[in-house]
């Protein structure tokens, strides 16, 4: 066994998870697995730099997971860094204030190397199951991008593209710097035009459509899953490996996009951070069933934050 602490900062939500992790069973053991929305790629998109509240937000949680971190003595830390703070021009004042907290390197990663982490996070425990027939297709949907990567027992193909739900969300349904509410359909049909444009950039590279199971990762997919469900409040268990019928997440996405404000906010399993964003990651997942003609996708909560944590066990 092996104690390890993995930390995922992505464009909306920073992760943690500290756990006991066994090579010789594939299994992780959770000791404490935690998400903080800290929407780091604030107005990114816009100004090409990181804001100064956006910073700020982040670092609190960093202080707060550094004290986890040390509580349960983890002997290896990983923090791994993805789109917002690739795109950055100020990234270098997000590296030094992440190594002041944690004393580890945040190490940008490339869209490549993160589809590798959710590709190994989201398959490792579904190998060899009867009933999920194989390649499979892992999306991860995130903040500012969306990994694809088809594979069996490792990557054959994976691509990363700018279509995130905090990104669509801010380039196409913002007015006067609020989330229109709601969106007026054809904001919804530019949303459309960058993912299906997005989707022929990853048809290029990415067989697609050759995948026999869709694996839906990240805040949007099991969002979109606790609605599903019928979820009173978020459980991470229901959630796991839960499948959702193609018919059902479209039913969702509609209700999604024409909902106001208020609505989507009253949905019970729904996180304060993700009100504004969920109508944009729940049209791209929608749109991935449409261009692979998917019947249902089965929901991992195991993803990138997994596949980092292996990365150093």
């Not at 991860?140 to 594979?151: L, R």
């Not at 909902?259 to 993700?274: D, F, L, V, Y």
Request: proline content about 4%.
């Amino acid at each position: 066994m092996t104690r390890v602490a993995a930390i995922d900062c992505g464009t909306n939500s920073i992760r943690l998870l500290v756990a006991d992790a066994d090579p010789e069973t594939g299994k992780l053991i959770d000791l404490d697995r935690r998400m903080t929305i800290v929407r780091l790629g604030q107005g990114v998109d816009r100004t090409g730099r990181l804001a100064p509240e956006a910073l700020e937000r982040t670092f609190a949680a960093c202080r707060e997971y550094a004290e986890i971190i040390e509580r349960h003595g983890a002997e290896r830390v990983r923090f791994v860094a993805t789109s917002a703070s690739r795109d950055a021009e100020n990234r270098d004042d997000f590296v030094r204030g992440v190594r002041d907290i944690l004393g580890v390197e945040p190490e940008v990663i490339s869209g490549d190397q993160e589809a590798e982490f959710s590709f190994t996070g989201a398959t490792k425990e579904l190998t060899g199951r009867a009933d999920l027939a194989t390649p499979y297709l892992v999306v991860d949907i995130g903040g500012g991008s969306t990994e694809f990567v088809v594979g069996t027992d490792s990557v054959r193909a994976a691509r990363s593209v700018d279509i995130g739900c905090v990104r669509m969300t801010e380039r196409h349904l913002v007015r006067d710097g609020v989330v229109a509410d709601p969106p007026a359909p054809e904001q919804f049909d530019a949303v459309r035009a960058d993912i299906g444009a997005a989707l022929d950039l990853v048809e290029r590279t990415v067989p697609l459509r050759e995948a026999r199971t869709l694996v839906g990762l990240a805040g949007s997919v099991t969002t979109v899953a606790a609605i599903a469900l019928g979820l009173k409040e978020y459980d991470s268990a229901a959630i796991h490996h839960a499948r959702l019928p193609y018919a059902q997440v479209r039913a969702i996405t509609e209700r999604l996009m024409t909902a106001t404000h208020a609505e989507r906010a009253a949905i019970p399993a729904m996180h304060p951070g993700r009100v504004d964003v969920i109508a944009s990651g729940a049209l791209v997942l929608l749109s991935i069933m449409d261009r692979i003609g998917a019947e249902e996708v089965v929901v991992s909560e195991h993803d990138i934050l997994d596949g980092i944590a292996w990365s150093i066990a």
